[in-house]
């Protein structure tokens, strides 16, 4: 017989249900054929027929580090080996081997379809875990990846997702997802019992009687053993009171053992039955059952509850208290074994390590070695919290991180997002470990700095990107896949800070989406409030970096700020030279950064945007939008000499050479006209921020109208102090060389036009140059008691008024 021959007859024993005989023979082909990957893969197949679950795993290992093995079949094999572990009850390696398939899936053209298998199973051990918020978590992404599949059109996932609301309380979003399955699924199974879980006993009644008929259609998705049907028309029953149907059931679940696919539930079977048996007051065969229950596993808290209730109403005190205290134990237990140490933890990530980069050997594409990659940098993170030198770890994980993009040859957006998660986790790194050492050295700090700016930045890059594509959907993708690559099972810095992280930015999402068309038919405005808006964020959320702890302890060298520089950096400007108010800074900017959530901040920036945009509506759409606009305008036109103030000239390119230079966050690209102005605007906010007096900050409103005020009222400069701090702005559209505003005048000069229609100015051609832009909330005020002249603005007669 040839070894072609011998495989097809044991894979002929295994499709007719004759799994012994067919372990059997796929061994003999092993025998003769240790290098071919097809007898271990269909052996472990079988062991999981057989319910023997570490050769299952073994088999399954063996596949996938064979050379001969087909890179599908490497990702079916990984698929089967973290089922096999999850009968196990090996949680945590179960959870990596799914996440590894579900990463490993996405840029595989025939398994990505298949992809939401692995989050439904990660969601399926969270909810055993009673994990109940990560379970939903990725029943959710399960739906949103499954479309078109067989489970999405019975709506598999939606029962599971149902389940798990319940179990948090949010019986809404239980209820929707439950009927959704009512509605939609032709599975008498999956009806049944979301029928049974809406409390509609009668309704489920009818399809588990259905299934249990002689031909009845099966369970499309998933081969359900008619002990696991009786078990749930049991339940049934005994919700309908009907507990001697529910015994019978329960009895007849019991004894049809006979298949190799019946369900490993033979102790919830016995459970259930005993609190049957309760009911109808029979406690010795309830104490029975109980005891039987508990010897098959006796991890289930409530089974311990039942049965110390029990022994109390019979008088066995002490008994009831010990089963009690055992019950707490395990409701309180971690779900991690409390036998793994750190020491055992990091020869566990050592391992995977080695094992991953085992795979990545044996793949040669790019895109599939790249996603490999990624996933041995979450291993070298997750390390990292186990090990002597974790900050080594981490900034070795983050050039794993860069070495991905030699391979691709370009940046992809889940990268950035990566490398962002990445220099937030050094951050906290090193705002734990150094925030009570006075003796910290300089690099430290700029260490900080530089991460912190680097996650803010990166973050901003990818927002600008799909706001700019008015699409934020695909940009909440790449935000979920990231949030799958935790495994809350594992205690590690990287998880708490991935978690936070991608909470945060999915909120700003539907912030910034909020905000989308706000000005859809201005693309001047549109443009000036997003970047506005995307500057504001960046400084709010550098705020929220600054810790007094950090910012004493990690102090640079010299009399500068750390918080100072920081925000800073982050705006885009240099860092204003406060010397003599150092520590005056850092508590200003540390009591912001408590004072309010990241969302509430993104929020206010958006607001804030918003309403500056209005403000100055006819200014905004005067100006030069961006460089092509700039291009086609006449090269003549523009001035070779600009009078900046009060007639003082300034040649333009001395102009250049006295004003420092900012710092650039735009890659040294030429700023257009608006972002000009929005810088000019930054400056004035980051010095305010610096000076503010935070005994008159109580409120987001005090906050929004201390920025408010700061921006439509900019300080005074000398003309000397203009042409040192003012850009010129281009006007589009201008007909005389002497056509041109400076960023100072943007925001000092404007007339202000008040409800009543009266327009107060600073000169009486501000109207004719500028237009009016309307009055901030303070100014309406002080129009209104007369005091607005003591600021600079005077009433002008109208011209071409007799």
Known sequence: MTTEQQLDRAIEHARNGQYDRAADEFTAFIEKNRMDSDGYFYRGCIYLHLNKYEQAINDFTSTIFLENCLHARRLLALYKRAFAKFKLNQFESALDDYKFYVSLCKNHTQLYKYKHKGLFQIGVIYAILSQYDEAIFHFTEAIRSSSGSAEDKQKWYHLH???????????????????????????????????????????????????????????????????????????????????????????DALADRTEHTSSA???????????????????????????????????????????????????????????????????????????NSRKKLNIYFTNKIQETENFLALNHDMMTRANIIRIITEYLQKQAYYSRDPLKMYESARERLYEISQLQNAWQDEDTIALAVNSLTICSFVADRYSNDHYTFEFMAEKYIQHAADSILKTCDVFDKYITRQDLKQLRGILFDERVKSNTLHECLVNEVRNTYVEYQLKKCDIVEENMNVFVESPAQQKFSRYFASQLCNLFDGIGMIDTDVCSSLSLQGNQSMALKLVAKLSGLSAIDLRDNKKGIENTLCYLASFGKPEMYCELAYKIANEITMIYEEQINRLVIDMEELDMMSISTQPDIVDLSDGIPCIKGCLRGTRPRPENILDDAQYSTIQTVVRYAMKQILKCLTEANVKRIFTMKDMHDLLIDTVCRPSFLTPLQIPLQAEIIILKNRAEKIEYWSTYEFYRRPAIKFDDGETRARRENDEEKFGCRKANLQEKDLYANDQLDSHGFMKFSPKNVL
């Open 161 to 251: 997702r149902g389940r798990a609301y319940a179990c948090v309380e949010k019986y809404s979003q239980a209820q929707k997802d439950l009927q959704v399955v009512c509605e939609h699924t032709q599975d008498h199974f999956l009806k049944g019992c979301a029928y049974s879980e809406l409390g509609r006993h009668h309704d489920a009644l009818v399809e588990f009687d259905n299934l249990l008929k002689s031909n009845a259609n099966k369970c499309e998705l998933i081969l359900i053993p008619a002990d696991q049907i009786r078990f749930r028309r049991g339940l049934c029953y005994a919700s309908l009171d009907q507990h001697d149907k529910a015994l019978a059931d329960f009895k």
């Open 265 to 339: 539930i033979k102790d919830r079977i016995l459970f259930r039955r005993a609190l049957s048996f309760m009911v109808l007051n029979k406690m010795e065969k309830a104490l029975i059952n109980l005891n039987r229950s508990i010897q098959m596993n006796d991890t289930q808290p409530d089974v311990f509850y039942a049965r110390a209730l029990m022994q109390y109403q019979v008088g066995r005190h002490n008994t009831a208290v010990e089963d009690h205290r055992i019950a707490v134990e395990l409701k309180q237990m971690s779900h991690m074994h409390k036998s």
